[in-house]
């Protein structure tokens, strides 16, 4: 299966922290995308990594790609109360955007 | 500026009924998606399409079929509802030409329950 496995399953930790979520995957990519989720809402893109790429940014977000080790990791940086969701990635083989594998996700809490 | 609407957030039916849900996008997206979410084991894709009228099965079609008349509406369909159907259901979209580089765009969700 191609599907991505995220860890730690759950993270707790206070407002001001930063937090780091992995992702690990089993096939080449594409690209590699992250995705947020509200409690009982739909999930938001935030952040796309391509396969020749190493390191991304995006404001309190930076997620780095190791395609050696077919993993990524998402740094949440100086976490707020509102970040707190469910966190997934979600890997692309194929060429046309119809193919992202979703995993099981990461639920965060920050605490205020 | 909702660009995947999902015709219903909660919806509860009753055993063997047959549901209906809807799903539209303004995006002009190629590919429209169902899945299913339930606690502790992720999404789950449902059914799939990436034109008018054409479908493709997921991971776990068994008891669903899926429409796609027009470009921008893509409904699920459960043809005699069932109590392990009870679930959080999700409309995704994305498009082809970026080669889905802008990801998925998702609907707010249905939360269907069966009695």
């Known amino acids: 299966s191609q599907q991505g496995e995220e860890d730690p399953q759950a993270l707790s930790i206070q407002e001001g922290e930063n937090a780091t979520m992995n992702c690990s995957y089993k096939?080449?990519?594409?690209?590699l995308q992250w995705y947020r989720q509200n409690s009982g809402r739909g999930l938001v893109h935030l952040i796309l990594i391509r396969s020749n790429e190493r390191e991304k940014h995006s404001g309190r977000l930076r997620v780095t790609l190791d395609t050696s080790k077919k993993s990524s990791s998402l740094l949440i940086t100086a976490s707020r109360a509102a970040d707190t969701a469910s966190y997934f990635c979600?890997?692309?083989?194929?060429?046309?955007?119809?193919?992202?594998?979703f995993g099981p996700g990461t639920r965060l809490s920050v605490l205020p | 500026d909702v660009k995947v609407t999902q015709s219903s957030r909660y919806l509860v039916k009753r055993t063997g009924e047959k549901v209906f849900l809807e799903c539209v996008q303004d995006m002009d997206h190629e590919n429209m998606f169902w899945y299913r979410q339930d606690p502790g084991l992720g999404l789950r894709l449902i059914y799939f399409s990436y034109d008018v009228k054409m479908k493709e099965k997921g991971d776990i079609p068994e008891g669903y079929s899926v429409s796609r008349e027009k470009k921008e509406r893509f409904s699920l369909i459960l043809e005699s509802a069932s109590t392990n159907q009870t679930s959080m259901y999700l409309c995704?979209?994305?498009?082809?030409?970026?080669?889905?580089?802008?990801?998925?765009?998702f609907g707010s969700g249905t939360r269907l329950t069966v009695v």
């Open positions: 096939t080449s990519i594409n690209n």
């Open positions: 979600a890997t692309d083989w194929s060429n046309y955007g119809q193919n992202f594998v």
């Open positions: 995704a979209s994305s498009s082809s030409r970026d080669r889905g580089l802008g990801g998925y765009t």
